[in-house]
């Protein structure tokens, strides 16, 4: 019998399709202003009309990056937190990426609507819940905050239902859409003075123009 060649067949997340990587300023959420290094990830099945990434929705059309690549120029940088971001990360396998930066003692940050169940292991769960792609319940238990894009009351009220589900001690943030904003600012801020467990979050990077 001819001998067969095996071949290692790579564990899944080992290579991921990366839309950008930069070193920058965390400029939304509870972690605003935290200096972090972001991996933007390919694809995204949300398709939020207001998205300012919609470059990433196609997880085709980036490079697919060995993990190894990936981590290459954060550990030359002065990096300390990880941002794992989108599109939206959870389409992809996160474990393996996770687990090769915590081994270089990173703080992992996620940034995800929650529409995919978790894989990874991360320091911290923003989870921005989609009125028209709501989250799961699972991932919504994980989450240490919930930031919601707001529009207009309606907005507001669904951001009330949803954040029902999330644990006790989860951060509750609003935040104006920003095409809107003008609009919508008034809103929270009036809605964070009469229910003060919500907070208002602002995309500060766009205001001081970084990535």
Not at 22 to 38: I, L
Not at 76 to 98: F, K, R
Request: glycine share 6%.
């Amino acid at each position: 019998m001819d001998s067969v060649t095996k071949h290692e067949i790579p564990p899944a997340g080992a290579a991921l399709p990366v839309a950008e990587s930069f070193y920058s300023v965390q400029g939304e959420g509870a972690n605003t202003g935290k200096a972090a290094w972001f991996i933007r990830l390919g694809g995204c099945d949300v398709h939020c009309p207001w998205c300012d990434s919609k470059g990433t929705w196609n997880p085709h059309a980036h490079r697919v990056m060995p993990v190894s690549e990936i981590i290459a120029p954060i550990v030359q940088s002065p990096a300390i937190n990880i941002v794992i971001t989108g599109g939206e990360p959870l389409m992809h396998d996160l474990s393996y990426l996770c687990e090769a930066l915590k081994d270089k003692g990173y703080n992992l940050f996620l940034e995800t609507s929650g529409t995919h169940p978790l894989s990874g292991r991360f320091d911290w769960i923003c989870v921005s819940p989609k009125m028209h792609r709501p989250p799961l319940q699972e991932v919504l238990a994980d989450a240490d905050e919930l930031k919601f894009i707001v529009s207009g009351p309606e907005s507001i009220k669904w951001a009330e239902e949803i954040s029902a589900n999330a644990g006790k001690s989860c951060i509750l943030l609003l935040q104006p859409e920003w095409d809107v904003r003008d609009k919508a600012l008034p809103l929270i801020i009036e809605y964070a003075k009469a229910h003060p467990q919500w907070r208002v979050s602002l995309q500060t990077h766009k205001y001081m123009n970084i990535p």
